[in-house]
């Protein structure tokens, strides 16, 4: 008989379930867009049946979508456990938008799935398969995971279990699945008093481990400290209070846009900095014309970006759970240059890199592992209240080529992120075969004007063209990317 196992949670995977409440729902999400090739069945739909087989097929490499939360007894932290009951027909649902199927519609129900809490008595993921697209010629998959589960980055690597840079249409017999048999309460409870006992020797070896690597001058120690103080001086500061950053509901609005990776990297060229440095200045540039037709006076604003950071490292490509720091950083909303817009961007990201901001943050998040649930979802509820940032931005690589989900070639993948109170939009930046696909998560409440923000930061990249140099370009997508109104 198969013995009884489980994985607990991180300190920081937990805090997403924390942080959810019945209007923050903390999950990631995406739409894609696909050509049905192979797929299309002969009445003009999408062979549902199939993909469910291919799906089932793949979840041996990916485990964490085979299993449930169960909670240790007393402390209440949660770990994964197998489920028993899985089934493939729940998680792989099918839909259909009515004609004329087009990318309002989408948008309208990405949204609305977006808005729908995930089951926590279930694993924690659903993907939608939605045919019914203008011309039949494409369908669509909204997906969506719990950040419990992953992070960005490793939602990437996801990409890599269930599509293929040829367009195989080929579906291998998977190994045959048998849950472990889920640990009982008792057997939980004695696992963790016994991590509880063994903490107390732990820190002090790692103390003892701290204190010699602090008098080693090529240590990192000295570095992470000083990247720790930076970060709770930053933590503690208040932002400005705007529109987009009240408590929110639970209803949410999606909307997206594309732009060209080249064009993006032109104006790099031409005006320095990073590809980051320009996706924050186009931000900048957007949120000011955004906040300004809201008669917001943005040259008073302290307005602060959180631009997740990857510290996931190679050998741990592939893995579920949580590797993700930060960077908190001022927008210069009140420069009306856009070179010295950048140029101040540049600055800041520059002197990040050097201070290591990221490593303080992450220092934060390993001191939560000593902390009892209870006390982590208090804190959890007053960090709510006082978010040191206005809004958040997060620019994941992609793959640069073609990839295709059982012969059919993915179009786009535009990705939505939670938001929780006072955090009425996300943006999220993905980049995928030549193209820049930028996501708009909005509050249905406070931001009924999404696709506003959306043109305004088309008219901010815009302007960083002219300010390189370069002719102007039409915002030309696909027929899922076009920018229209979602109300």
Not at 303 to 308: D, H, L, N, Q, S
Not at 400 to 414: K, S
Not at 437 to 453: E, I, K, N, R
């Amino acid at each position: 008989m198969t013995s009884p196992a489980y994985t607990r949670l991180t300190a920081l995977d937990n805090s997403f379930l924390l942080y959810e409440s019945p209007k923050a729902h903390m999950h990631i999400a995406g739409t894609a867009t696909y050509e049905t090739g192979p797929l299309r069945t002969p009445a003009g739909g999408v062979d549902i049946d199939r993909l469910r087989t291919y799906v089932e097929s793949r979840l041996h490499l990916i485990p964490r979508y085979r299993q449930v939360l169960a909670y240790v007894p007393l402390e209440q932290w949660p770990v994964w456990v197998d489920d028993r009951h899985f089934n493939i027909h729940y998680h792989v649902r099918h839909t259909s938008l009515p004609r004329p199927g087009d990318a309002g519609q989408l948008k309208r129900l990405a949204g609305r799935i977006m808005s729908q809490q995930l089951d926590r008595s279930k694993p924690l993921w659903e993907m939608w398969v939605v045919e019914g697209l203008r011309g039949g010629d494409h369908f669509a998959i909204i997906s969506k995971v719990h950040h419990c589960m992953i992070d960005g980055m490793s939602s990437v690597d996801l990409l890599n279990v269930l599509l293929s840079v040829t367009p195989t249409d080929t579906i291998e017999a998977p190994p045959r699945w048998l849950p472990r048999p889920a640990p009982d309460s008792w057997s939980l409870l004695a696992s963790e008093t016994w991590r509880r006992v063994s903490l107390p020797f732990d820190v002090v070896r790692g103390l003892r481990r701290l204190i010699e690597s602090s008098t080693d001058p090529r240590s990192d120690v000295r570095v992470m400290l000083r990247a720790l103080r930076d970060t709770l001086r930053t933590s503690w500061r208040f932002v400005s209070d705007t529109p987009i950053n009240r408590p929110i509901s639970p209803h949410r609005r999606v909307d997206w846009t594309a732009m060209s990776l080249d064009n993006v990297k032109v104006v790099k060229r031409a005006l320095g900095g990073t590809l980051n440095d320009i996706v924050l200045a186009t931000v900048t540039g957007g949120v000011q014309r955004y906040l300004e037709a809201r008669r917001v006076n943005v040259d008073v604003l302290d307005f602060r970006v959180m631009a997740p950071v990857s510290v996931r490292s190679e050998s741990e490509r592939g893995t579920l759970g949580n590797r993700v720091s930060a960077w908190i950083l001022e927008l210069p909303l009140a420069e009306r240059d856009p070179r010295r817009r950048l140029a101040r961007i540049c600055e800041r990201t520059s002197q990040l890199k050097e201070t290591k901001q990221a490593m303080g943050a992450e220092a934060l998040t390993r001191a939560a592992e000593w902390t009892p649930s209870t006390l982590m979802s208090l804190g959890a509820r007053m960090m709510m209240r006082a978010l040191p940032f206005n809004i958040v931005v997060t620019n994941v690589p992609g793959p640069q080529v073609p990839l295709y989900m059982l012969g059919a070639r993915m179009v786009d993948n535009y990705g939505h992120i939670p938001l929780i109170d006072y955090l009425g939009v996300g943006i999220v930046l993905f980049s995928y075969a030549g193209t820049l696909c930028w996501g708009f998560t909005g509050d249905w409440d406070l931001v009924p004007d999404l696709h506003v923000l959306v043109e305004s930061v088309q008219d901010a990249f815009a302007e960083l063209r002219a300010a390189a140099g370069i002719a102007p370009v039409a915002f030309v997508a696909p027929r899922s990317q076009h920018s229209q109104p979602t109300a």
